[in-house]
C-alpha cells in the first residue's frame, strides 16, 4: 500500500531513509510529473505511518519560495547581440567565395580539424555561404538564445551555445573526416534548441522542441550546403551541456553572468587571430 505521494525528491529520500533505519521494507517508485510515493506491505502500515508522521512532525515540509523571473531586458540583449553579430560578421566577411581567405582559414574542413587546427571549429560558426543563409541563422539563433537565456542568464546561455556548437562541429568532423566541410551558425542554434529541450519545462513537452527541431531542418537543412551531420551533433551537444547546466545551482551574480557573455564573445576572436596566425 502507499504510504505517502510527494512532490519533492529530496523529501522523498529522506522518508525512506527513516524507513530504513527503522528496518521497514519499502518500495520508492515515480508515480507522476515530479513525483514520488513509497509503497509499503499492509502488515507494515501502523508502524510506518507512526514513524513517518514523528519525522514529519519534527521536520515540517517548508514551503517552497516561488522562484523570481530572470528580467527580459537581459535575454531579450543577448538574443539582438547574437542577431546582430552574425549580420555584421556576414558583411564583414561577405558571401562564400572559392578566392575568400575568410572562408579558406575558417571554413570546418574535417581533414584540417583533425589535424590540429581546432580553430576553424570556431571560426566556421562564423561564416555563411549567402545573405538567406546568415539572416536564417541570425533570426532563429537570437530568438533560441533569448529563450534560454530567460531560463538560465545570458552568460550561462551564451557558453552553452558556443559550446554546444563547437563540440557538435568537432563532432561532426570526427565522425564524417573525408569531404566534410561545413560553416554557418546552424549547428550552434541547433545546439540552442537541444540546451532548451534539457531544462523541466520543456521535458515535460517533448513534442516542443522535437517540432522546433523538425521545422530547423526544414529550412536550414534544405540547402545544397547544409550540414545534416553537423545540425545533429549541434543539438545532441547542446541536449547534454543543457541537461548539465538544469542539474547544477541556477547562476545568479550579475558580475559572473557578465564574465561569461564576454568570454563567449571573446573566444571567436581569439579563434580568429589563431587561424590567421
Do not use: Y
Not at 568570454?263 to 589563431?274: D, K, Q, R, T
Request: aromatic share 6%; glycine share 10%.
Amino acid at each position: 500500500m502507499l504510504v505517502r505521494v510527494v512532490t519533492d525528491f529530496r523529501r522523498a529520500m529522506d522518508l525512506s531513509l527513516v524507513l530504513d533505519q527503522e528496518g521497514i521494507a519499502h518500495e520508492l517508485r515515480g508515480v507522476g510529473e515530479e513525483q514520488w510515493a513509497l509503497a509499503i506491505d499492509d502488515g507494515d502500515a501502523v508502524r510506518a505511518e507512526a514513524v513517518l508522521a514523528a519525522f514529519e512532525l519534527e521536520n515540517p515540509l517548508l514551503p517552497r519560495a516561488p522562484e523570481k523571473p530572470r528580467p527580459m531586458a537581459g535575454a531579450v540583449a543577448c538574443g539582438l547581440v547574437f542577431f546582430l553579430a552574425v549580420l555584421a560578421i556576414h558583411v564583414w566577411t561577405g558571401p562564400h567565395s572559392a578566392s575568400s581567405e575568410w572562408f579558406e582559414r575558417g571554413s570546418a574542413d574535417a581533414a584540417a580539424i583533425l589535424r590540429g587546427e581546432w580553430w576553424r571549429s570556431v571560426t566556421a560558426l562564423t561564416l555563411h555561404g549567402d545573405a538567406g543563409h546568415a539572416v536564417g541563422n541570425a533570426v532563429l539563433g537570437g530568438l533560441l538564445l533569448a529563450l534560454l537565456a530567460r531560463a538560465v542568464g545570458p552568460g550561462v546561455a551564451s557558453a552553452l551555445v558556443l559550446l554546444s556548437g563547437v563540440a557538435g562541429t568537432l563532432a561532426a568532423a570526427w565522425l564524417v573526416r573525408r569531404d566534410f566541410v561545413s560553416i554557418g551558425a546552424s549547428t550552434a542554434v541547433f545546439g540552442a534548441l537541444g540546451a532548451l529541450a534539457a531544462f523541466p519545462q520543456h521535458r515535460r513537452r517533448p513534442w516542443i522542441p522535437l517540432g522546433a527541431g523538425l521545422a530547423l531542418l526544414a529550412f536550414l537543412g534544405t540547402s545544397k550546403r547544409a550540414d545534416l551531420a553537423g545540425h545533429l551533433c549541434g543539438f545532441l551537444a547542446g541536449l547534454l551541456l543543457g541537461t548539465v547546466a538544469s542539474r547544477l545551482p541556477p547562476l545568479r551574480n550579475r558580475a559572473a553572468q557578465i564574465a561569461l557573455s564576454l568570454a563567449a564573445a571573446l573566444v571567436p576572436v581569439v579563434a580568429w587571430v589563431a587561424a590567421f596566425h
